[in-house]
């Protein structure tokens, strides 16, 4: 477990100019498309190195949601040592396997699969026997072991005690009440806010805000989590999330830099007509889970720029006068389609799991993989998550400039590519982070 003391602020120096704006961080879900963000944050760890940047946390607003709250509560529980916190989270995607994630073995793979093909064939029979309910297609349990031993949820208290982060925001779907939540802590006084199906509430984060964000619907089970004390069961973040980015702004960000786990916009490319093969169980499920997972953000970074530039056109008096603020962005998601990378990686999977998703309809290889979407959130292995880390890594070294702009760094040339920077940052590591 990462379990370093608390490092004291630096002393401002002499002659400090204006402070700079506030800065938030939007990690969203994915399941193992996360590993990307690492692969973001490996990058803008060393372009930070190579400015000089002296703060110890560039991010004292964080924000996470599924998978990302995962990267999101790393980074917060070690927000006096970002390098270290990046280094840990290398170290972690690095050594995943799935059954680090979930029950891979075949016994459990059969049984999980024919319990929800069963289900879903002849539920109406099997209805009255609880016992063959099953809670969720995958057990997670070995997730909650790993997170219980990686990540100490308390330290949050003594990084936002000693200055070094401002909040941390998780975010949940509550199936009890129809409420997306948003847990956050902060030693700042911010208002808890409520909006049409969604609010958000100062609690403690522990473990189970962790667990209940991260909980992909029908994949993983619900977790059990109060709210204004009264228990309710909660699913990943991702579901009924209209406005991702919000809990930054109202928590204090001035200019968020988000990262997504997949493509923004896809390319315009040539339609294929519809064959007589109909979608497989598999494919539908690929397709919920991308519009659970990255439509909303690609919809709320489109209003969010659709303000500013509104904003700008408005005279000073008038956009004085207003509420609304203008919030500068910048959005860092995959130059390729992950879909397509867990097409070619799919055969890393065990055997066992490979024959589960084939009984719900994935078949063929590579970027002619069908139900490759539903795959890519499963495949917690280590070909799948390095190209990923990798493609992070490039995709932000491309925008070296925009980064630099960003956090107002100094324009520098890059020390070393990004395969380089993957193994100097993670060799050496302790296990048992």
């Given at each position: 477990?990462?379990?370093?003391?608390?490092?004291?602020?630096?002393?401002?120096?002499?002659?400090?100019?204006?402070?700079?704006?506030?800065?938030?961080?939007?990690?969203?879900?994915?399941?193992?498309?996360?590993?990307?963000?690492?692969?973001?944050?490996?990058?803008?760890?060393?372009?930070?190195?190579?400015?000089?940047?002296?703060?110890?946390?560039?991010f004292p607003i964080i924000s996470g949601t599924s998978a990302g709250a995962i990267?999101?509560?790393?980074?917060?529980?070690?927000?006096?040592?970002?390098?270290?916190?990046?280094?840990?989270?290398?170290?972690?995607?690095?050594?995943?396997?799935?059954?680090?994630?979930?029950?891979?073995?075949?016994?459990?793979?059969?049984?999980?699969?024919?319990?929800?093909?069963?289900?879903?064939?002849?539920?109406?029979?099997?209805?009255?026997?609880?016992?063959?309910?099953?809670?969720?297609?995958?057990?997670?349990?070995?997730?909650?072991?790993?997170?219980?031993?990686?990540?100490?949820?308390?330290?949050?208290?003594?990084?936002?005690?000693?200055?070094?982060?401002?909040?941390?925001?998780?975010?949940?779907?509550?199936?009890?009440?129809?409420?997306?939540?948003?847990?956050?802590?902060?030693?700042?006084?911010?208002?808890?806010?409520?909006?049409?199906?969604?609010?958000?509430?100062?609690?403690?984060?522990?473990?189970?805000?962790?667990?209940?964000?991260?909980?992909?619907?029908?994949?993983?089970?619900?977790?059990?989590?109060?709210?204004?004390?009264?228990?309710?069961?909660?699913?990943?973040?991702?579901?009924?999330?209209?406005?991702?980015?919000?809990?930054a702004v109202h928590l204090g960000a001035e200019r968020v830099l988000v990262i997504?786990?997949?493509?923004?916009?896809?390319?315009?490319?040539?339609?294929?007509?519809?064959?007589?093969?109909?979608?497989?169980?598999?494919?539908?499920?690929?397709?919920?889970?991308?519009?659970?997972?990255?439509?909303?953000?690609?919809?709320?970074?489109?209003?969010?720029?659709?303000?500013?530039?509104?904003?700008?056109?408005?005279?000073?008096?008038?956009?004085?006068?207003?509420?609304?603020?203008?919030?500068?962005?910048?959005?860092?998601?995959?130059?390729?389609?992950?879909?397509?990378?867990?097409?070619?990686?799919?055969?890393?999977?065990?055997?066992?799991?490979?024959?589960?998703?084939?009984?719900?309809?994935?078949?063929?290889?590579?970027?002619?993989?069908?139900?490759?979407?539903?795959?890519?959130?499963?495949?917690?292995?280590?070909?799948?998550?390095?190209?990923?880390?990798?493609?992070?890594?490039?995709?932000?070294?491309?925008?070296?400039?925009?980064?630099?702009?960003?956090?107002?760094?100094?324009?520098?040339?890059?020390?070393?590519?990004?395969?380089?920077?993957?193994?100097?940052?993670?060799?050496?590591?302790?296990?048992?982070?």
């Amino acid at each position: 477990m990462l379990q370093a003391v608390p490092k004291s602020l630096p002393r401002p120096g002499p002659g400090l100019v204006r402070p700079q704006p506030v800065t938030g961080l939007i990690l969203t879900g994915g399941g193992a498309r996360a590993a990307y963000q690492v692969g973001v944050l490996a990058a803008i760890a060393q372009l930070r190195r190579d400015a000089g940047a002296t703060q110890t946390n560039p991010f004292p607003i964080i924000s996470g949601t599924s998978a990302g709250a995962i990267n999101a509560s790393t980074l917060a529980c070690h927000a006096d040592d970002f390098d270290g916190a990046v280094d840990g989270l290398l170290h972690l995607w690095q050594g995943l396997h799935v059954e680090n994630i979930y029950r891979a073995d075949a016994f459990e793979a059969v049984r999980s699969g024919a319990r929800w093909l069963s289900m879903l064939s002849l539920g109406w029979a099997l209805a009255r026997w609880t016992r063959s309910r099953p809670r969720s297609l995958l057990d997670n349990a070995p997730l909650r072991d790993l997170l219980g031993r990686y990540l100490s949820m308390d330290r949050i208290e003594a990084m936002l005690a000693g200055g070094h982060l401002r909040a941390l925001a998780l975010t949940g779907s509550s199936y009890t009440s129809g409420q997306h939540v948003t847990f956050f802590q902060t030693h700042h006084h911010v208002v808890p806010w409520l909006r049409e199906q969604r609010m958000a509430v100062q609690a403690q984060l522990t473990l189970r805000h962790l667990m209940a964000s991260a909980a992909i619907p029908f994949i993983f089970p619900a977790e059990l989590v109060e709210l204004e004390g009264v228990p309710e069961w909660f699913g990943d973040g991702s579901m009924r999330q209209s406005a991702p980015i919000s809990p930054a702004v109202h928590l204090g960000a001035e200019r968020v830099l988000v990262i997504g786990a997949g493509r923004m916009k896809e390319p315009e490319g040539r339609r294929v007509g519809a064959t007589d093969v109909h979608p497989s169980m598999a494919q539908v499920a690929g397709h919920a889970l991308s519009n659970i997972f990255l439509d909303a953000l690609s919809v709320d970074v489109e209003r969010l720029r659709r303000i500013n530039r509104t904003l700008a056109l408005l005279p000073h008096e008038t956009r004085a006068a207003t509420a609304l603020r203008p919030i500068e962005l910048l959005v860092i998601a995959p130059s390729r389609r992950l879909d397509d990378l867990a097409g070619e990686h799919q055969g890393s999977l065990p055997p066992s799991v490979r024959a589960m998703l084939r009984a719900f309809g994935v078949s063929g290889k590579g970027k002619t993989t069908s139900g490759s979407a539903l795959v890519s959130y499963l495949l917690f292995e280590p070909s799948f998550i390095d190209e990923l880390i990798n493609l992070g890594m490039s995709d932000t070294l491309a925008k070296r400039a925009e980064v630099q702009r960003f956090f107002g760094w100094p324009t520098r040339a890059p020390q070393v590519d990004p395969a380089q920077l993957r193994r100097s940052r993670s060799a050496g590591f302790a296990a048992g982070c």
